[in-house]
């Protein structure tokens, strides 16, 4: 049955979302300062995560996935994850949700048992390597190299900016085995011990909690069993994911937002001065509404395009526009939300001041948003 106020969520959304709430309350808000002093979260967090179906969440249930195909689930977990103030929490907890997909849709069933259950089961932490130090926008240029020898392949190059690349077991990673272009690319999971395989560790502007990586392959030895899908076909198996990883994207960028409308909205009530309480005044109550409109027409579009993305339909001019405007969004609404506390949003601790600092990342990331542009402008036959 429907709730009252919107055609897209059910009892079900309800249910869930009182239990990511809950688990959010008490597993993850009173230790988020901990976990962004210490540039990481714990492992025993993605154990929780999956006991209470976050980790399986659109996952088939032959992997130990909840078998959901809705994407107003992922809705819900941006929305709660959201308000522990923390984009690092959700992109370390939620990294599987970009390293996983291509090892589902295009793997063997003994690469799902190995490198996709344990990480639904968050038992283990898996991560995707695609940039590297001479760019991440051109995929089409990767110059990480795996040459074949025997039954391995014999990988060389490195890699960078690579979300839990510290921690990872499994690295779904995108190699050069082919011809220059998108058509000589590969998928192979490099798992953590791999001879040859050197990490080092990124300090990043936010998502501290989040633990980035630079990793190099020198000569790393990759059984040719762990290739993802056809050689040479790597490229289609990343693709085949973009569309999700826009939408959850978008997802975090309203999100976000919407913690930093709240809390400027419960700053403006109460806060005193000049005698009277700030949102009294009608440039801040201005500032809040300018917020709540790019909210409410990011958040109808995103719901309008998931339910796209669920029928099947592939709406990338659209998904692309509103990753773009969505995270430009946050940018604005969590420099205004900031403002609007004044010196208490410029303080370590505040909600706002992480999610701050946090914004660019998300213009940059998944696409940057020049990128994202210019897609969406070819796309529309421009
Ligand atoms: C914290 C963090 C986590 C990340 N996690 C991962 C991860 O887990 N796995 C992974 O593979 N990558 C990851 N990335 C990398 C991210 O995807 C890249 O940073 C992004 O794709 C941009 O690549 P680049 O940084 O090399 O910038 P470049 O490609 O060098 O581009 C630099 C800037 O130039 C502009 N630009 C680029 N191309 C064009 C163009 N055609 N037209 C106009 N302007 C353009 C954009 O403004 C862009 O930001 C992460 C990055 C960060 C910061």
Known sequence: MHTPDSPFYTEDHQAF????????E??????????????????ELHEKAANIGLLGLGYPQEQGGN???????SIIAAEELARAGSGGLCIALLTHNIATPPIVHAGTDEQKAKFVAPVLAGEK???????????????ANIRTTAKRDGDSYIVNGAKTFITSGMRADFI???????EPGLGGLSLLVIEADTLGLDRT?????????????????????VPIANRVGPENAGFLAIMRNFNHERLMLISTAYAFAQVCYDEALAYARERITFGRALIKNQVIRHKLVEMKMKIDAIKAQLEILS????????PIAE??????????SLEHIAGEAVQILGGAGYIRGAKVERIFRETKVLSIGGGANEVMIDLASRQMGY
């Not at 779904?172 to 082919?178: E, F, K």
């Open 26 to 43: 008490k597993d993850i808000s009173p230790f988020i300062e901990e976990w962004e002093a210490a540039g990481r979260v714990p492992r």
């Open 125 to 139: 932490i898996t991560a995707l390597a695609i940039t590297e130090p001479e760019g991440g926008s051109d995929v």
């Open 17 to 24: 979302r009182d239990q990511l709430r809950r688990f959010v």
């Open 67 to 73: 078998g959901i195909d809705d994407p107003f689930f």
């Open 172 to 178: 779904t990673t995108a190699v050069r085995t082919g």
């Open 201 to 221: 560790s990124l300090n990043k502007m936010g998502w501290q909690c989040s633990d980035t990586a630079t990793l190099y392959f020198d000569n790393c030895r």
């Open 319 to 328: 998904l692309c526009m509103l990753k773009a405007f969505s995270t430009r």
């Open 307 to 314: 339910w796209r993305v669920w029928q099947g339909e592939a």
